[in-house]
């Protein structure tokens, strides 16, 4: 069964760099049929799609949120992560990895529990 | 920039049925926008409900089911129980790889 696992600190200061990883577990990184994503959730508030990336290392952002991310995948290790720069207190936030489905019908099917990251000083 | 819309909130009596719907600012929302649906509660992560308009995910009560009606997705509850109370968000594929969130709808089963 496939399982996703978010990791990485839980405070960050404002205007640094926020950096995540997601661990994939019971299944490959490198399935050609999935994408790999993030989203996130501020408290109270809705989710927001981050972006996503696929094994080839090709990566797609959410065009509010572009100029600030960056998505890398570590295959050997079947990993991938986020890198948010510039942080502010809006980004504080629970932040999921998400497995999206691509072949057919362009869903997240298997999600990790999520971790929250605060942004302060 | 389109945004995709949701009730904020609904409300159900135990065993009945609610209709939630997720629509476009500009545009109908069809098929080829792939709606999928996300159930989430208080303290908890999604939970997939529906995907390509109509499709349970594993493991979903079939008292769940999604369709589009009119210009909308839909995701309908038929039989509503106290453990349906959650979040449920939408969310539109817009192609080129990019997928939008609804703001999502508090249901309220009571």
């Known amino acids: 069964q496939l399982q996703l696992q978010e990791s990485g600190p839980g405070l960050v200061k404002p205007s640094e760099t926020l950096s995540l990883r997601c661990t994939v577990s019971?299944?490959?990184?490198?399935?050609?049929?999935?994408?790999w994503g993030w989203i996130r959730q501020p408290a109270g508030e809705g989710l927001e799609w981050i972006g996503s990336?696929?094994?080839?290392?090709?990566?797609y952002y959410n065009p509010s949120l572009m100029s600030r991310v960056t998505m890398s995948v570590d295959t050997s290790e079947n990993q991938f992560s986020l890198k948010l720069s510039s942080v502010t207190a809006a980004d504080t936030a629970v932040y999921y990895c998400?497995?999206?489905?691509?072949?057919?019908?362009?869903?997240?099917?298997?999600w990790g529990k999520g971790t929250t990251v605060t942004v302060s000083s | 920039q389109t945004v995709v819309t949701q009730e904020p909130s609904f409300s159900v009596s135990p065993g009945g049925t609610v209709t939630l719907t997720c629509g476009l600012t500009?545009?109908?929302?069809?098929?080829?926008?792939?709606p999928s649906w996300y159930q989430q509660t208080p303290g908890q992560g999604p939970r997939t409900l529906i995907y390509?308009?109509?499709t349970r995910s594993s493991g979903v009560p079939d008292r769940f089911s999604g369709s589009i009606l009119g210009n909308k997705a839909a995701l309908t509850i038929t039989g509503a129980q106290a453990d349906d109370e959650s979040d449920y968000y939408c969310?539109?594929?817009?192609?080129?790889?990019?997928?939008?969130f609804g703001g999502g709808t508090k249901l309220t089963v009571l």
């Open positions: 998400a497995r999206h489905e691509t072949l057919h019908y362009y869903y997240m099917d298997v």
């Open positions: 019971g299944g490959s990184i490198s399935s050609s049929n999935h994408y």
């Open positions: 990336i696929l094994h080839s290392g090709s990566t």
């Open positions: 500009s545009g109908s929302v069809s098929t080829r926008y792939y």
């Open positions: 390509s308009t109509n």
């Open positions: 969310v539109l594929y817009m192609g080129s790889d990019i997928w939008v």
